[in-house]
Nanobody
Framework: QVQLVESGGGLVQAGGSLRLSCAASGLTFSRYTMGWFRQAPGKEREFVAAIRWVGTITDYRDSVKGRFTISRDNAKNTVYLQMNSLKPEDTAVYYC?????????????????WGQGTQVTVSS
């Protein structure tokens, strides 16, 4: 079965950094667009970042541009989200997702597989 397993979440002070990892198995990783989404309590799931197959084209929501960096290592079947200058409003469960037929998208329904999420908490 396809599995996406996130890691790297935790507690961090505002202004600090975390790097999330998502290890994929059961799929041809290099042929999927990979994305990160997040969901805070009482809020809808929202797009954070995505990266195309080759890894040279990326997309970010405006609120994380300049602070977050998405990358992938196809040889390791892993996608990363480097998060710098973290803010309390970044607090959420972060989910890794894979889209088979979409080059890059912000729409959750267009992603085929999802991880279970990892908690990121930013204190002020």
């Amino acid at each position: 079965q396809v599995q996406l397993v996130e890691s790297g979440g935790g507690l961090v002070q505002a202004g600090g950094s975390l790097r999330l990892s998502c290890a994929a198995s059961g799929l041809t990783f290099s042929r999927y667009t990979m994305g990160w989404f997040r969901q805070a309590p009482g809020k809808e799931r929202e797009f954070v970042a995505a990266i195309r197959w080759v890894g040279t084209i990326t997309d970010y929501r405006d609120s994380v541009k300049g602070r977050f960096t998405i990358s992938r290592d196809n040889a390791k079947n892993t996608v990363y989200l480097q998060m710098n200058s973290l803010k309390p409003e970044d607090t959420a469960v972060y989910y890794c997702a894979a889209a088979r037929t979409v080059t890059i998208t912000r729409v959750p329904s267009q992603y085929d597989y999802w991880g279970q999420g990892t908690q990121v908490t930013v204190s002020s």
